[in-house]
């Protein structure tokens, strides 16, 4: 009977003792750590980024996950504009080095372009498809407003060509309106071509950050810093081939076909192929028999091309001498530098005792 009534009396005791730890534990005096299996020490909450980390340059993106919200939607409310997505204040970069020759010569430059991530990622959930038909003059323009006009993307503009400017007056030099236009060209014809199979077209935002866009995609990138730089500039459509490009303004008479002009009855424009380094004005094979372009205006910028004729002579002689089979696709010839490459033609007398107007310079 004794040793029944110690047992009774250890159960009660232990009991009480359980009952008192739980309360302590409910009451919040006692916190308990349990580690989890394979690491030592307690396990603590890992801190959230903080909004001021800034991605290192060319870092690949970080992924967006469930919990992150949009961003209100801009004023304007209107639904072809960017939401921006996700931390507005997250910000990348991008670093671009690219050539291009003014009279002065040859020069290498290094563009660091900030890029807002939630621009970029609100830019990848648009579906913003290329028009069906160009015959439809409204659905093109509302598609060139799309990019144009979408406040999210002032502030990528704003960053390339704050990057853009610097690098006019570098080591303080000076580019005149042209050699400037010719260098923003340069930037975007450098920036690498990669062939886009869906009907779904980048945002600006999306060709910086990626690095790469197709020629449609580079366009609307090349015809809006030029625009917002002032020139008179727009979108040229070529609905038998399904492919838009720049062109920008020019006043000055071409002598003859090999550069084409392009009009919309009031203005004059050529050909600026934003997709691989080409001289301004030069018109790939194809579009010399094409069906005539849709010409879309793009800002109000009334800045033209004036040295549309001396490219011309550039041009002239390289077809002359691809004709005589002097130079084929293994000669290398860089659309960035004009001078350069006049000299050459002239120095190389490949044209000699036959028509060269570089020879003449």
């Not at 006049?342 to 107007?357: A, E, G, P, V």
Request: hydrophobic share 35%; aromatic share 10%; net charge negative.
């Amino acid at each position: 009977m004794v040793r029944v009534n110690e047992i009774v009396m250890k159960c009660t005791g232990f009991c009480a003792a359980l009952l008192l730890c739980l309360c302590i534990i409910m009451s919040g005096c006692v916190q308990i750590t349990i580690n989890a299996p394979g690491f030592s020490g307690p396990v603590t909450p890992a801190a959230s980024p903080s909004s001021q980390d800034v991605m290192k340059d060319d870092e690949p993106e970080p992924s967006v996950t469930a919990v992150t919200e949009k961003a209100p939607a801009g004023a304007s409310g209107n639904p072809l504009f960017i939401v921006p997505y996700g931390d507005v204040s997250r910000v990348g970069h991008r670093t671009f080095t690219f050539n291009y020759a003014p009279q002065s010569g040859q020069q290498e430059y290094t563009l660091r372009i900030p890029v807002n991530m939630s621009v970029y990622y609100g830019a990848r959930q648009m579906k913003i498809d290329l028009p069906a038909s160009s015959m439809n003059p409204a659905e093109i323009r509302q598609y060139i407003d799309t990019f144009e006009s979408d406040p999210a993307m002032e502030e990528l503009y704003s960053g390339v060509l704050s990057q853009l400017r610097n690098a006019r007056y570098k080591n303080g030099g000076y580019l005149s309106d042209d050699e400037y236009f010719e260098l923003i060209v340069a930037f975007v014809q450098q920036i690498p071509y990669v062939e886009n199979p869906s009907p779904k077209r980048k945002y600006p935002v999306e060709v910086i950050y990626d690095k790469a866009g197709d020629s449609d995609e580079k366009s609307l990138l090349l015809v809006n810093l030029l625009a917002r730089e002032g020139y008179d500039v727009s979108l040229m459509v070529f609905e038998d081939l399904g492919y838009e490009t720049t062109g920008i303004r020019v006043v000055e008479e071409v002598p003859d076909s090999s550069l084409k002009v392009f009009s919309d009855g009031k203005k004059d424009y050529v050909f600026v192929d934003a997709g691989v380094p080409r001289f301004i004005g030069s018109t790939p094979e194809v579009f010399q028999t094409a069906d005539d372009p849709g010409i879309y205006p793009v800002g109000s910028g009334t800045k033209s091309y004036r040295p549309i004729n001396y490219v011309w002579k550039i041009v002239a002689d390289l077809n002359h001498l691809k004709k005589l089979g002097k130079i084929d696709k293994t000669t290398v010839i860089n659309p960035w530098d004009k001078f350069g490459t006049c000299l050459w033609i002239k120095n190389s007398k490949l044209l000699q005792n036959t028509t060269c107007y570089c020879c003449d310079m």
